[in-house]
């Protein structure tokens, strides 16, 4: 477990693992920052040891040098905030921060570590605290108890003054990154101990032991086929493991607050059904639930900060397997609302999982309703791994997303949703098909969508599509403040949103 702590003494006498300080400039002009004015004694010899280290201010590379006089810590982690931050006074802005933070503490290794960073405001501290938590996370829940990490503590210094809040800042920081690490256990999860009714449960659990005033109600499968849910149980019959449909909300003291619903696609584990995925493309597969674990850590967040908007969120959880009593390509199924669907490509499932979520979530009257979602392929090749793509039926709330994800760091870009398109999900047998034509896909899957952002009276609410197949999960190296596997991307998006509705 991570413990965020603001510093109450200088950094110069915290006596612990590894000090993080800043480096700015390039080639010979690489110079040291920190969050206030070195010593004397450390300065010199730091300015002395710079031009044989070789040091590199880019952006989150890192230099250990042990043994700083003038300094308590061990080691000082000397990590780049960039060649143009020098020209700023050592400020590298709430990105490069964030991500600096991430690499030096990761850098920095076992151990207590302190983070002396630069920054002018609220936003870079929290930044610099999200990233230093964020550098920290490990998973280690499948390994033995001799291989686990132990408790983290980190303490980030700095020199703003008490009308800023700075511990506010921090207790903040800590609520936010407590929550992003619990989407990331969730998706580093092995499918055989994660799947619909255990993710229940486990939500169940930590709503129980938050402080936040939380609710939780879960649909089983009688429920769901009861209830009309076509779509979610379609996918999840072939499977020994029935599906869910987690709700999950928050709700401030306030009657008059803004209400914000949020659907997860919850695929516990993905085959693609009869429409079998090669044995490679399963390998990952267990990070399809990544949507649903976004939005329950966020709604999980955004009651224990207390925000003042109504938030719920609604985990459609299910597993896709090729059983005996699998789904197939030509059924047809009839939704939640009612409207009745051609199943083309079992592969294609999170779609019909999120569209009765969004019929579910459209009956409580939202004031929007946004889904998140591993949803498509087509949305990676478009743009990489690293950038979700958005799509909706009302610019100011797509316009409002990708400005949430600009300042979480969380890089987005908005998508189109052509009505030129709408064509190839006609259906000769049904109300409508559940895919379209192979070229833009994304698109297509965010069209097939928009039919379920609708009330009973067929009256449009305002909706937003998050597609994270690209950034939920990253197969690569660690970099910056973002770990290899689950990277819970997603949550910092939702809640800068919500937090700007009110």
């Known amino acids: 477990m991570t413990t965020l702590m603001l510093g109450t003494r200088s950094y110069s006498a915290w006596s612990g693992r590894s000090l993080v300080i800043g480096v700015v400039g390039s080639g010979d002009e690489v110079a040291v920052r920190a969050s206030s004015a070195l010593p004397r004694t450390a300065a010199k010899h730091l300015d002395a040891v710079l031009p044989s280290l070789d040091v590199d201010a880019k952006v989150a590379s890192t230099t250990i040098v042990p043994a700083v006089p003038g300094l308590k810590a061990d080691v000082v982690v000397l990590v780049g905030l960039g060649k143009d931050a020098a020209a700023d006074g050592g400020r590298a802005g709430s990105d490069s921060l964030r991500r600096a933070a991430g690499a030096a503490v990761r850098s920095a290794g076992k151990g207590s570590v302190a983070l002396a960073l630069p920054h002018d405001d609220a936003a870079e501290l929290a930044a610099i605290a999200e990233g230093a938590a964020s550098g920290a996370y490990t998973f280690t829940a499948h390994k033995s108890a001799a ?31 407590r929550n992003v690490s619990w989407a990331r256990d969730l998706v580093n999860t092995a499918p055989n101990l994660l799947y619909p009714q255990s993710f229940a449960e486990t939500v169940q659990e930590v709503a129980k032991a938050s402080p936040g005033k939380l609710t939780v109600k879960v649909l089983d499968e009688k429920a769901l086929a009861d209830g009309g849910f076509g779509g979610i149980t379609g996918v999840g019959q072939g499977s020994t493991r029935p599906p869910r449909i987690v709700t999950l909300s928050y709700a401030p003291r306030s009657k008059k607050v803004p209400h914000v619903a949020l659907v997860g696609k919850g695929i516990t584990f993905d085959t693609g059904g009869v429409c079998l995925k090669p044995s490679a493309g399963m390998l990952t597969m267990k ?54 669907v051609e199943i083309l490509d079992t592969d294609a499932e999170g779609r019909m999982v999120l569209a009765d979520g969004m019929c579910l979530a459209a009956e409580s009257g939202p004031d929007q309703i946004l889904d998140v979602a591993t949803l498509t392929g087509a ?110 991307v997603a949550v910092g998006t939702l809640l800068e949103h919500i937090a700007s509705l009110a």
């Open 147 to 177: 291989d686990e990490g132990g408790d983290r503590e980190i303490t980030v210094f700095s020199d703003l003054d008490r009308k800023a809040s700075p511990k506010e800042v921090i207790e903040h920081a800590s609520t936010v990154a």
């Open 287 to 340: 990070s399809d639930m990544a949507g649903a674990a976004a939005v329950a850590a966020t709604v999980v967040a955004a009651a224990e900060l207390g925000l003042p908007v109504a938030v719920t969120g609604y985990l459609c959880l299910a597993e896709n397997m090729p059983g005996a009593n699998a789904q197939r390509p030509s059924d047809v199924v009839t939704m939640r609302n009612g409207t009745t």
């Open 379 to 488: 949305c990676v090749v478009a743009l990489g791994p690293k950038i979700f793509g958005v799509m909706g039926n009302d610019d100011t709330v797509r316009q409002s997303i990708t400005s949430a994800a600009e300042r979480a760091d969380e890089p987005s870009w908005p998508l189109p949703l052509p009505t030129d398109l709408r064509a190839t999900l006609d259906s000769a047998v049904a109300d409508i098909a559940h895919k379209g034509d192979r070229m833009g896909g994304a698109l297509t899957a965010g069209l097939f969508l928009q039919e379920f952002a609708k009330d009973a009276k067929g009256n449009t609410i305002p909706w937003a599509h998050l597609d994270i197949a690209g950034p939920s999960f990253n197969e690569g190296s660690p970099w910056g403040h973002v770990p290899k596997g689950g990277t819970g």
